[in-house]
């Protein structure tokens, strides 16, 4: 018998959803590009109401995984679906970084837990399964998508590991960016 996360990987979504006469098809090809999440922004937007998204998380179709984000039935819980949900939950422009975005970057010696996302300094929003980073300005050009997940640009990351690491460890991680020509 398939499991979940083999019915995910053999329809690169989710089967189809109905609430009442409403196929939520729109919902899972959102939910393709984003690890399997979907904001309940994007569902109002495209014509969701509040009560037919009840409807699908009382019947456990979606599965909320952070303040406002939803991960689909059937999509694999993993860490970089995680991360990207703290990243949803913001509401506003944030990105993986530090660490975690190194990481991303596939950098050796850097995971992608414990999860560090920076967001703007007027941002209110506490994000529990992350380590939230403010700043004064953020700077859509300092922002690359990897793996599906908005993260700081490769530059940038070595930058903020410059000042958040060991210098040796992020004089190799620079090394190590320019001997893959990275940078």
């Keep these: 018998s398939d499991t979940l996360s083999t019915k995910f990987e053999r329809t690169a979504g989710v089967r189809p959803v109905t609430y009442g006469h409403r196929m939520v ?7 393709r590009r984003q690890h399997g999440l979907v904001t309940r922004r994007q569902a109002l ?24 984000v939803y991960r689909l039935e059937g999509a694999p819980d993993t860490d970089r679906q995680r991360l990207l949900a703290a990243i949803l939950a913001c509401r506003q422009p944030a990105f993986a970084c530090r660490t975690t975005a190194a990481a991303l970057y596939g950098l050796p ?27 004064n300005r953020i700077d859509v050009r300092a922002q690359s998508v ?11 990351t070595l930058f903020d590991l410059c000042g958040c690491v060991p210098f040796a460890r992020a004089e190799r991680a620079v090394e190590t960016a320019l001997a893959r020509r990275l940078v």
Excluded at 46 to 53: E, F, K, L, V
Excluded at 119 to 124: E, L, N, P, Q
């Design 25 to 31: 098809d729109s919902m899972e090809a959102v939910a």
């Design 45 to 68: 937007d495209s014509g969701q109401t509040p009560s037919a998204i009840r409807h699908l998380e009382r019947t456990g179709r979606w599965h909320r995984v952070a303040h406002g």
């Design 109 to 135: 010696g850097y995971t992608v837990r414990p999860f560090h996302v920076v967001t703007h300094i007027a941002s209110t929003t506490t994000i529990p399964i992350a380590t939230a980073h403010r700043t």
């Design 146 to 156: 990897v793996d599906g997940i908005p993260t700081t640009t490769l530059p940038r």
